[in-house]
C-alpha cells in the first residue's frame, strides 16, 4: 500500500451527532469540492456522510482540524442536510463558512467523479485492494482529530444488497472491517505497479499507481451466531449473538453526484453563483455539466501533493547512481 498523503487525510472530517433523549453519537464524513466553467472562481464545498448518521439528529457539527494543530467546529443545521432521493445511505450538505485557519482539502469532483469507461478501462474488480480513511473511535486524537487508515480488497462490485437499515441498495462488498465510526468514510482503489488487471491482459505500468474513490462506507454486514450451553455445546434455542463478518457495505460513489445534482442543490449553486458574478448564470450548474478534465478517478504518484484525483502519466526516471559519489 502506499503512503496515504496528509492532503487526503485532510478530506475527512469527523461528524458529532446529538440525538433526542440526550444520547450522543460520532462518525465520520469528507469534503467535495465542486467547480463548474461557468464561475470558475467559485468553489462550492459540501460535507458527505451516512444518512443513517444525520437522520434524527437535533444538533450536527462536524470537526476541523486547524494550522496551529488544534481543532475547531462547524455545526450544520439540521435542514441543511439532504438525503439521496432513492433512499440510498446518504447525505450531504453544503458549507459556506470558511476560515483561513482550518486545514480542510476537499476532494476536486470534477475529477475525483467516477467514469464508467475508466473503470472499465483499468478493469477494477473482484479483489483489488481500497482504503479506507475515517473515525476509530477507539482513538481519534487529543488536541487534534487523527484520520485512521483501514484496508482491504473488493469482494463484490456493485449489485442489491441488504444493507444495516435493512433496506435493498445498490452497494459494494468490501472485505474490510468496518466499526462504528467509520460510517461514512471515504473508500478508495488501489492499484498499485505492477498489478495485473486481468481479462484485459494488461498490467499497471511500473511506474505507476492508481488510486481512485470508488464509495462510501455504510457500515459492516453482521452473521447472528447461535449461543451455544456450555456443558454440552448445544445451541440454546431462541439465542444468538449477532458478529461484525467483517465485510464491509460501501455505497458507490456515483451515488454522491446524483445526490448534489439535486434540485435543492442545484439552487443554491446557482444562487451563490449569481452573487458571485453579479450577474444571471443561465448554465444548470449540475455535475454533468463540469468539464471532464481529466477522465479518470484516480490519483497518481506525482500529482499527489497538487491535486487528489489526475490522469495517471509516466513519472520521471530515477537518476541513475554516480559510482565516484558515496
Not at 12 to 32: I, M, N
Not at 195 to 223: A, C, N, Q, W
Not at 224 to 248: K, M, Y
Request: aromatic share 6%.
Amino acid at each position: 500500500m502506499p503512503r496515504i498523503h496528509d492532503a487526503l487525510l485532510d478530506a475527512v472530517t469527523f461528524v458529532d451527532v446529538e440525538l433526542p433523549h440526550g444520547k450522543t453519537g460520532g462518525a465520520t464524513g469528507f469534503f467535495v469540492d465542486l467547480r463548474f466553467p461557468a464561475v470558475p472562481q467559485t468553489v462550492f464545498r459540501y460535507v458527505v456522510t451516512n444518512s443513517h448518521v444525520i437522520n434524527n439528529a437535533v444538533r450536527t457539527t462536524v470537526r476541523v482540524n486547524t494550522h496551529d494543530g488544534r481543532r475547531d467546529a462547524l455545526v450544520i443545521p439540521s435542514g441543511a442536510w439532504h438525503s439521496h432521493p432513492q433512499g440510498d445511505d446518504l447525505a450531504a450538505a453544503a458549507v459556506t463558512a470558511t476560515d483561513p485557519g482550518w486545514r480542510i482539502q476537499g476532494l476536486d469532483w470534477n475529477d475525483a467523479a467516477p467514469r464508467p469507461e475508466r473503470i472499465k478501462e483499468l478493469n477494477m474488480g473482484v479483489g483489488d485492494d481500497v482504503i479506507m480513511v475515517g473515525r476509530f473511535v477507539g482513538h481519534t486524537g487529543k488536541e487534534n482529530d487523527q484520520p485512521v487508515a483501514r484496508f482491504g480488497n473488493i469482494a463484490m462490485m456493485p449489485g442489491k444488497v441488504l444493507d444495516g437499515r435493512g433496506l435493498t441498495v445498490e452497494a459494494y462488498l468490501v472485505e474490510m472491517r468496518s466499526l462504528s465510526g467509520f460510517s461514512g468514510s471515504p473508500v478508495f482503489v488501489y492499484m498499485g505497479p505492477g498489478t495485473y488487471r486481468g481479462e484485459i491482459k494488461k498490467m499497471m505500468p511500473f511506474y505507476s499507481e492508481v488510486i481512485g474513490l470508488i464509495g462510501i462506507d455504510s457500515g459492516h454486514k453482521t452473521v447472528s451466531t447461535p449461543v451455544v450451553n456450555s456443558v454440552d455445546d448445544q445451541a440454546v434455542t431462541g439465542l444468538s449473538v449477532r458478529q461484525n463478518s467483517g465485510v464491509a457495505v460501501v455505497v458507490p460513489a456515483e451515488k454522491i453526484g446524483e445526490l448534489l445534482d439535486e434540485e435543492v442543490f442545484v439552487a443554491q449553486r446557482k444562487t451563490i453563483a449569481n452573487e458571485a458574478q453579479g450577474q444571471q448564470i443561465n448554465d444548470e450548474l449540475a455535475t454533468s455539466d463540469i468539464a471532464e478534465t481529466s477522465g479518470t478517478p484516480v490519483i497518481v504518484r506525482e500529482d499527489f501533493l497538487s491535486d487528489l484525483v489526475k490522469v495517471s502519466r509516466l513519472l520521471p526516471p530515477h537518476p541513475k547512481p554516480d559510482p565516484t559519489k558515496p
